[in-house]
C-alpha cells in the first residue's frame, strides 16, 4: 500500500508535464527521428522548468516535490517522447549524488543553479572497457597541487552534449573496496572535451556520447565525499536513484503503446465490430491493461517508499 500514493500536488505536476509535451515536444518528434541531432532546446527548456531539481529540496530552490513526483513527471515526458524523458533522468542521477554525498558549501553551490535550470549535470561512470562493472574502471585521479589530475575516458554519459558540470568516478587506489573516489568536474576545465555526437538505434535526440578527462585539474573542493566514497556515490545515483528513473522512462513508452494500441483496436473494424469487441483480440488488450497496471503499482511503490512517510 502507498504510504503517500498519488496526491492532487502530483495530478497537477502531471498534467503540466502532459501538457508541455504534446505542445513542445511532439511536434518536434518527426525531425529527431529523421535528424538523429541532440535536441539541445527542450532538454535546457525541461532544466530551466525546474523538472531535473524535482528531488531537490526547497532550501536549496529545488521543488522539494520527492521520488513520486520525479516518476511521474519522467513518465509522462517518455509517454509523448522517451528521449526527453532519458534527458531529464539522466540529469536527475547525479542530483542525487551531490544531495546524497556532498558537503554543505558543495550543495549550496550546486544545488541552486541545478534547480534554476543553470546547470545541467551529467554522470560520468561507464568506460569502453569495463562497461557497467564499475570495479574494473581504469579511469584515474592523483593529487597535485593541493587537487586532484583527472585521466579518464567515460562512454555512454547521458547528456554528454549538454552537461556543465561532470560528476565523474575515479580509481584512487589500484584495487579495495576504497579504491574509488567521486570529482564534480566543471566541463569549462581545461582537458574536458566531448567526443563527435553518434547517432544510435533508439532514443533520437538524445544526448549519450563520450566524454575525455585529459589532465583535468580540479581543486580538493571538487572531491565529492571522501576519498574512497566512489562506488558508495555511484549507486546512490545509479542503483537507488536510477533504477526507478529507468522504470519511469519504460513504463511512460509502455502506456503510450497500450493507448496507441487501445486506439487502434477501437476504430480498425472486422466483421462489422470494432476489433476491440472481437474476443480473442479483447483478451489480449485486456492483458495489455493488466500487465501496464502491475508494472505502474510497482514501480509507484518502489518511488514512495524513497519519500518521506513513504511505504516500508
Given at each position: 500500500?502507498?504510504?503517500?500514493g ?23 518528434i ?45 513518465e ?9 524523458g ?64 583527472l ?62 578527462f ?29 533504477r ?30 470494432p476489433?476491440s ?36
Open positions: 500500500m502507498f504510504g503517500g498519488i496526491t492532487e500536488r502530483h495530478e497537477k505536476l502531471r498534467a503540466e508535464v502532459r501538457a508541455f509535451a504534446e505542445k513542445e515536444v511532439a511536434p518536434r518527426a525531425r529527431m527521428e529523421t535528424s538523429g541531432v541532440v535536441e539541445r532546446d527542450l532538454a535546457w527548456e525541461i532544466a530551466r522548468r525546474g523538472w531535473i531539481g524535482v528531488t531537490i529540496d526547497s532550501a536549496y530552490g529545488g521543488m522539494g516535490a520527492g521520488h513520486v513526483a520525479k516518476v511521474v513527471l519522467i509522462e515526458l517518455a509517454r509523448v517522447c522517451a528521449a526527453m532519458a534527458a531529464a533522468q539522466a540529469s536527475q542521477l547525479p542530483v542525487a549524488m551531490i544531495d546524497n554525498f556532498g558537503s554543505e558549501e558543495q550543495k549550496r553551490r550546486w544545488l541552486p543553479p541545478i534547480a534554476a535550470g543553470e546547470i545541467m549535470p551529467t554522470i560520468d561512470v561507464t568506460e569502453e572497457v569495463s562497461g557497467s562493472q564499475i570495479g574494473g574502471m581504469q579511469g584515474r585521479a592523483r593529487r597535485l597541487r593541493g587537487g586532484w589530475v585521466n579518464a575516458v567515460k562512454t555512454h554519459v547521458g547528456n554528454s552534449h549538454l552537461a556543465n558540470l561532470h560528476c565523474i568516478v575515479l580509481r584512487t587506489a589500484d584495487s579495495g573496496p576504497g579504491s574509488l573516489s567521486a570529482f564534480l568536474v566543471e566541463s569549462k576545465r581545461d582537458g574536458v572535451s566531448v567526443r563527435p555526437h553518434v547517432p544510435a538505434m533508439g532514443l533520437a535526440g538524445f544526448s549519450f556520447g563520450t566524454v575525455v585529459e589532465d583535468v585539474w580540479v581543486p580538493e573542493e571538487n572531491l565529492l565525499g571522501a576519498v574512497g566514497d566512489g562506488r558508495d556515490v555511484a549507486d546512490s545515483a545509479s542503483v537507488l536513484n536510477g526507478a528513473n529507468l522504470g519511469a522512462v519504460s513504463l511512460g513508452v509502455h502506456r503510450a503503446t497500450v493507448e496507441s494500441t487501445l486506439a487502434f483496436a477501437a476504430e480498425r473494424k472486422r466483421y462489422g465490430r476489433l469487441e472481437l474476443g480473442t483480440v479483447e483478451q489480449r488488450l485486456g492483458q495489455m491493461v493488466s500487465n501496464l497496471m502491475t508494472a505502474q503499482t510497482v514501480l509507484y511503490l518502489a518511488a514512495d517508499m524513497q519519500d518521506p512517510g513513504g511505504a516500508v
